[in-house]
T-cell receptor, first 112, second 116 residues
Framework: GDSVTQMEGPVTLSEEAFLTINCTYT??????LFWYVQYPGEGLQLLLK?????DKGSNKGFEATYRKETTSFHLEKGSVQVSDSAVYFC???????????FGRGTSLIVHP | DTGVSQNPRHKITKRGQNVTFRCDPI?????LYWYRQTLGQGPEFLTYFQNEAQLEKSRLLSDRFSAERPKGSFSTLEIQRTEQGDSAMYLC??????????????FGPGTRLTVT
């Protein structure tokens, strides 16, 4: 079945550091891909998405590019802030025949 | 738009009891999803509705789990004869599907279930 694999956390960075959170997926065809973020004490919310190969999703300084050749959707940010501390979830679907499938989440801790 | 709401936010029950959770989606959304989330894991898909039709329910964890969306608006998730392993956060999400791809989900705050 479909699956999403994320790098293990926590990821601990200093403010203004560069962030990469790796995400790879296994699925037949080309599902839509998403990053969701969960801030402490809050529900999951959409961060960005890409619906087809080579699409780049971006929001709040975060970016991710849909790479079909490596089945990846890595999340990047050039300069993190303390307020970016949260848990980040990579997901595929829903849409078409795809059941929504989430990775286990990666905790990001940013120190001043 | 008040977002997705879930009630109750917390439920403590004794093993063997039945529990029911309610989800109110964003009003114009036609799709509604239920998930279970345990500590350190991502949301695990359980079932979803398009309007009042339940289109996928094979991922419900056992026949003790059932869900309804009788008028295509709010939905309920029921767990019968609860077990300690049912303790988790239960999430609801809604989305608007109008063809095409990549429809994002809007999540509620969740209902935390503790089975003692």
């Amino acid at each position: 079945g479909d699956s999403v694999t994320q790098m293990e956390g926590p990821v601990t960075l200093s403010e203004e550091a560069f962030l990469t959170i790796n995400c790879t997926y296994t699925a037949t065809g080309y599902p839509s891909l998403f990053w969701y973020v969960q801030y402490p004490g809050e529900g999951l919310q959409l961060l960005l998405k890409a619906t087809k190969a080579d699409d780049k999703g971006s929001n709040k300084g975060f970016e991710a590019t849909y790479r079909k050749e490596t089945t990846s959707f890595h999340l990047e940010k050039g300069s993190v802030q303390v307020s970016d501390s949260a848990v980040y979830f990579c997901a595929l679907g829903p849409g078409g025949s795809y059941i929504p499938t989430f990775g286990r989440g990666t905790s990001l801790i940013v120190h001043p | 738009d008040t977002g997705v709401s879930q009630n109750p936010r917390h439920k403590i029950t004794k093993r063997g009891q039945n529990v029911t959770f309610r989800c109110d989606p964003i009003s114009e959304h036609n799709r509604l999803y239920w998930y279970r989330q345990t500590l350190g894991q991502g949301p695990e898909f359980l079932t979803y509705f398009q309007n009042e039709a339940q289109l996928e329910k094979s991922r419900l964890l056992s026949d003790r789990f059932s869900a309804e969306r009788p008028k295509g608006s709010f939905s309920t998730l029921e767990i019968q004869r609860t077990e300690q392993g049912d303790s988790a956060m239960y999430l609801c999400a809604s989305s608007f599907l109008a063809g095409g791809r990549g429809h994002e989900q809007y999540f509620g705050p969740g209902t935390r279930l503790t089975v003692t």
